[in-house]
């Protein structure tokens, strides 16, 4: 069974950052896609960023420049690095997993291509 838990998020002034944590376990240690995702009440769910285990990534182009994905490896937790926020980036923030992939290469941001999500992790931007 996939368990996975978000940490990190909280209230921030624009322009600072924030950095998104998810501990992840029970997936595949071998070609998977983590993702992140954001989603606020009564919208769709948003995909932000997100990695496979070939250390390929993709990017919303909302935040391309301004976010990061990264894991160290694949026993490691899942980071998101959110630099110089916007309020409109104020949302509940998810992590998702996939195990089992077949194609590497240009994760998805289709919320469709994750299977395991975590609870979320709330992120405010606002002065």
């Known amino acids: 069974e996939v368990h996975m838990v978000e940490s990190g998020g909280g209230l921030v002034q624009p322009g600072g950052s924030l950095r998104l944590s998810c501990v992840a376990s029970?997936?595949?240690?071998?070609?998977?896609?983590l993702g992140w995702f954001r989603q606020t009440p009564g919208k769709g769910r948003e995909g932000v960023a997100a990695?496979?285990?070939?250390?390929?990534?993709s990017y919303a182009d909302s935040v391309k420049g301004r976010f990061t994905i990264s894991q160290d490896n694949a026993k490691k937790p899942l980071y998101l690095q959110m630099n110089s926020l916007k309020p409109e980036d104020t949302d509940m923030y998810y992590c998702?997993?996939?195990?089992?992939?077949?194609?590497?290469?240009?994760?998805?941001?289709?919320?469709?291509?994750?299977?395991?999500w975590g609870q979320g992790t709330q992120v405010t931007v606002s002065s």
């Open positions: 990695i496979d285990s070939a250390g390929s990534t």
């Open positions: 029970g997936y595949t240690y071998s070609n998977y896609r």
């Open positions: 998702a997993a996939e195990s089992n992939i077949l194609t590497l290469g240009t994760p998805t941001l289709s919320h469709s291509g994750y299977s395991d």
